[in-house]
């Protein structure tokens, strides 16, 4: 946690921020050596004085080099150390905050020796001219990406759909928005045939999650709607994915509904003038003995029947319903997030999500939060000539396009079941790392959630 203080304790760890104007104050017994850093070549450094340690950073206009800054400064900092401050004023200091306490995350809910490994640092404490609502958004925030890692960092043994609808309803009471679960009896008297579709290979029942928060006076005159793929895991259906590889991970193909979910969780919380809806349908995708299967036709919410051709496709099927659903709120926007296709790796690497749609202002304001908070995206061309991959012989469409333009074929599945301005995110690069990544963790990333909280912040209707 991250905490405003009028003083720091000179005997702690500290990290000093020298802006421009070289006007943070350093105590006497480290004058000399603040004083040499400012005038020397390196952009950071530090001391170590008996169990004390000091962190020399000059600003950077470069905000993503402060988080990394901040990285850099949670690996130096011993795992026993409890207690740090920071000293320093303006954007750049927050930054360095920000990814300093986003690099103190850890998963070690399974490991025996947990209380051993983990960082002793629960507190962060901050000296400047920041106001308490600066820190208390970004306390927050935090706290949601938190959400979404672990949320994709549980296992499948823990978190089967129910229990992710729990998690979210416990998220609601906390943050005071409203949570509504549907199990399976009430998604069949919906008619959701893609959601009960792909559920049908699992002995578990799916969920259908409502959240809505809705302020006083909600700038926005009709609310935004979101939509996160919430498949559990994957284990491609009877289209089988390869083992080696490419299944351990899939516990993590539920990053769409961690994103959304921790989205309007970080959205309550900060009490934004943002009216916004949440739907989660989840399942997970297994190939048991009733599963549905390759050239089977579905009925979908809607009414469109879907040629079935890889129930590897099956995050556009789940998702297909929850979009035709959205329409009776008369949404301003759609916007979905999901760890969709692999072939968003193909397009943008593993650092980049793919965005897509047909509304320009949104899709423009979403890219432009994520070069604020630097989780950065590709805009994919959206002409309608795709549709033409998605055409069926004996179905209204089918589930996949082929070889070519996957990612933005999925995109085009979607928005024929959206009748509002739609957006389509892929996640599927930057939600998983295999490894410890700076402050994206290792793991879950919880990725999207800063950017579509910085893009509902600067929201303006």
């Given at each position: 946690?991250?905490q405003l203080v009028n003083e720091i304790k000179e ?378 991959l998605l055409k069926s012989n004996i179905a209204d ?25 739609y957006v389509h995110i892929d996640i599927a690069g ?32």
């Amino acid at each position: 946690m991250i905490q405003l203080v009028n003083e720091i304790k000179e005997s702690g760890n500290i990290v000093f921020v020298f802006g421009k104007e070289g006007n943070t104050q350093v105590p006497q017994i480290v004058k000399e050596f603040a004083n040499a850093f400012v005038e020397g070549d390196k952009e950071e450094d530090f001391a170590k004085i008996g169990n004390q340690f000091l962190f020399f950073v000059k600003e950077n206009d470069n905000l993503e080099k402060m988080r990394l800054t901040g990285s850099n400064i949670r690996k130096q900092l011993d795992k026993k150390a409890e207690q740090l401050a920071v000293l320093g004023n303006g954007a750049a200091t927050l930054a360095l905050v920000e990814g300093l306490a986003l690099s103190n995350y850890q998963f070690l809910k399974y490991f025996k020796d947990a209380d051993t490994m983990k960082f002793a640092l629960e507190n962060v404490e901050v000296k400047g001219n920041f106001s308490a609502k600066q820190i208390s958004d970004l306390n927050n925030t935090i706290k949601a990406v938190y959400w979404a890692r672990t949320m994709v960092n549980e296992p499948v043994s823990f978190l089967n759909a129910t229990q992710l609808a729990n998690e979210i309803e416990a998220l609601g009471e906390e943050a005071n928005f409203s949570v509504k679960v549907l199990g399976r009896e009430a998604i069949e008297e919906l008619k959701m045939g893609g959601l009960l579709a792909v559920n049908k290979g699992s002995i578990d029942q799916p969920t259908f999650t409502i959240l809505e928060y809705k302020p006083a006076n909600p700038i926005n005159k009709k609310p935004i709607v979101l939509v996160g793929k919430g498949v559990v895991y994957d284990t491609g259906g009877l289209s089988l994915k390869p083992t080696a590889g490419s299944m351990d991970s899939m516990k993590s193909d539920m990053g769409g509904a961690a994103c959304m979910a921790g989205t309007v969780y970080a959205a309550a919380l900060n009490q934004l003038d943002v009216h916004v809806i949440g739907l989660i349908p989840a399942t997970d995708n297994r190939p048991g003995g009733n599963a549905y299967a390759p050239g089977d036709v579905i009925t979908m919410y809607d009414g469109t029947t879907i040629e079935v051709l890889n129930t590897d496709a099956e995050g556009r099927m789940i998702l297909a319903d929850a979009i035709a659903y959205a329409t009776q709120y008369d949404p301003e926007v759609i916007i979905d997030a999901a760890t969709l296709t692999g072939a968003a790796l193909v397009v943008a690497g593993t650092d980049v999500s793919c965005i897509m749609g047909n509304d320009e202002k949104v899709m423009d304001a979403i890219i432009e939060s994520g070069y604020n908070v630097h989780e950065r995206l590709a805009k994919l061309p959206f002409w309608d000539d795709y549709k033409d991959l998605l055409k069926s012989n004996i179905a209204d469409m089918k589930n996949i396009g082929g070889r070519y333009a996957g990612t933005i074929t999925a995109g085009k599945f979607l928005e024929h079941f959206a009748k509002a301005p739609y957006v389509h995110i892929d996640i599927a690069g930057p939600a998983w790392t295999e490894g410890p990544k700076d402050y994206k963790g290792n793991g879950g990333t919880g990725t999207g959630v800063r950017t579509l909280v910085n893009f509902l912040t600067n929201y303006k209707g």
